[in-house]
Nanobody, 127 residues
Framework: QVQLVESGGGLVQAGGSLRLSCAAS????????MGWFRQAPGKEREFVAR????????YYADSVKGRFTISRDNAKNTVYLQMNSLKPEDTAVYYC????????????????????WGQGTQVTVSS
């Protein structure tokens, strides 16, 4: 069973930056696509970003495009989310997720597309 542990969340002022990390318990995750999602109070969990297993392709939600960057270091079994120009509306619990191949049908923006989830890390952006 793959375990994912997020870290790096916290309180930051609007316009600031944070870098989230997601450490995986197994090296097999290097063969998985990885994603970040977030969930604000009273809202559904939503897609933020995705990266392919080799790190060559990335995908972003329109709301974070140009501000957030997803990356990975397979030697460290770790995925990152660099968040710049943070806004109060970015406040949420951020979750890391692993998508094990063969990939299921449907959109990679769906939570059901992913097989493993971390416990989440809180990001709060003050105005």
């Amino acid at each position: 069973q793959v375990q994912l542990v997020e870290s790096g969340g916290g309180l930051v002022q609007a316009g600031g930056s944070l870098r989230l990390s997601c450490a995986a318990s197994e090296r097999t995750v290097s063969n998985y696509a990885m994603g970040w999602f977030r969930q604000a109070p009273g809202k559904e969990r939503e897609f933020v970003a995705r990266i392919t297993s080799d790190g060559r392709q990335t995908y972003y939600a329109d709301s974070v495009k140009g501000r957030f960057t997803i990356s990975r270091d397979n030697a460290k079994n770790t995925v990152y989310l660099q968040m710049n120009s943070l806004k109060p509306e970015d406040t949420a619990v951020y979750y890391c997720a692993a998508d094990r191949p063969p990939y299921s049908s449907g959109s990679y923006t769906w939570t059901t597309h992913y097989d493993y989830w971390g416990q989440g890390t809180q990001v709060t952006v003050s105005s």
